[in-house]
Nanobody, 122 residues
Framework: QVDLVESGGRSVQAGGSLRLSCTAS????????MAWFRQAPGKEREFVALIRWHSSSLLYADSVKGRFTISKVNAENTVYLQMNNLKVGDTGVYYC???????????????WGQGTQVTVAS
């Protein structure tokens, strides 16, 4: 099991930007898919973005398309989530996850970080 550690969450004004990082404690295998999910208070955890580790194929939730960018640095075992033009509705705990399927379903990911809080104020 690889530990995933997220960082970068904080409070920001609407319209601002943040970059989240997720670093793995060990090697991420080429077959892996890395994803970001988020969970707002009282709501279910939802898919945000994913990236294939070996091919860099990307997928975004419609709600963040055009505003968020997922990227990775293989040599650093790190995945990033650049978030621009943040909205109040983006508030929540952001989780990094590792799976083996190109999927937006939470159940397809077996390795999770502890989460980092993002708060967007109006």
């Amino acid at each position: 099991q690889v530990d995933l550690v997220e960082s970068g969450g904080r409070s920001v004004q609407a319209g601002g930007s943040l970059r989240l990082s997720c670093t793995a404690s060990g090697r991420i295998y080429s077959s892996s898919v890395m994803a970001w999910f988020r969970q707002a208070p009282g709501k279910e955890r939802e898919f945000v973005a994913l990236i294939r580790w070996h091919s860099s194929s990307l997928l975004y939730a419609d709600s963040v398309k055009g505003r968020f960018t997922i990227s990775k640095v293989n040599a650093e075992n790190t995945v990033y989530l650049q978030m621009n033009n943040l909205k109040v509705g983006d508030t929540g705990v952001y989780y990094c996850a590792r799976g083996s399927q190109y999927s937006t379903r939470r159940s397809d990911y077996y390795n999770w970080g502890q989460g980092t809080q993002v708060t967007v104020a109006s």
